[in-house]
């Protein structure tokens, strides 16, 4: 069982940065494939980003490449995303999800969530 708890959302304006970060409880975070997903308003749930367990496999959308980066710290708990160059189109609740399997960029195969972090960028 693991359980996610996001934090560091907020509102900025176009071209600033955000860092968020999820905090994540259970003795077994080491094993898990870690994503970045977001939701905007009206619209479907989308891949942000992964990383695997070892940190030698991270995916990014391509609508994310080159402007944010995740990382994990095992002996922490943490998984973070530096959001840099932020857009409008980058506004939406941000969640954190362990997936016990693979490192994918499929929401279905993540078993675990936190409940999300707004992130609001004005232009």
């Known amino acids: 069982q693991v359980q996610l708890v996001e934090s560091g959302g907020g509102l900025v304006q176009a071209g600033n940065s955000l860092r968020l970060s999820c905090a994540a409880s259970g003795r077994t975070f080491n094993r898990y494939a870690m994503g970045w997903f977001r939701q905007a308003p009206g619209k479907e749930r989308e891949f942000v980003a992964a990383?695997?367990?070892?940190?030698?496999?991270?995916y990014y959308a391509d609508s994310v490449k080159g402007r944010f980066t995740i990382s994990r710290d095992n002996a922490k708990n943490t998984v973070a995303l530096q959001m840099n160059s932020l857009k409008p189109e980058d506004t939406a609740v941000y969640y954190c999800?362990?997936?016990?399997?693979?490192?994918?960029?499929?929401?279905?195969?993540?078993?675990?969530w936190g409940q999300g972090t707004q992130v609001t960028v004005s232009s």
């Open positions: 999800a362990a997936n016990s399997g693979t490192t994918t960029n499929y929401a279905r195969d993540y078993n675990y």
């Open positions: 990383i695997s367990w070892s940190r030698l496999t991270v």
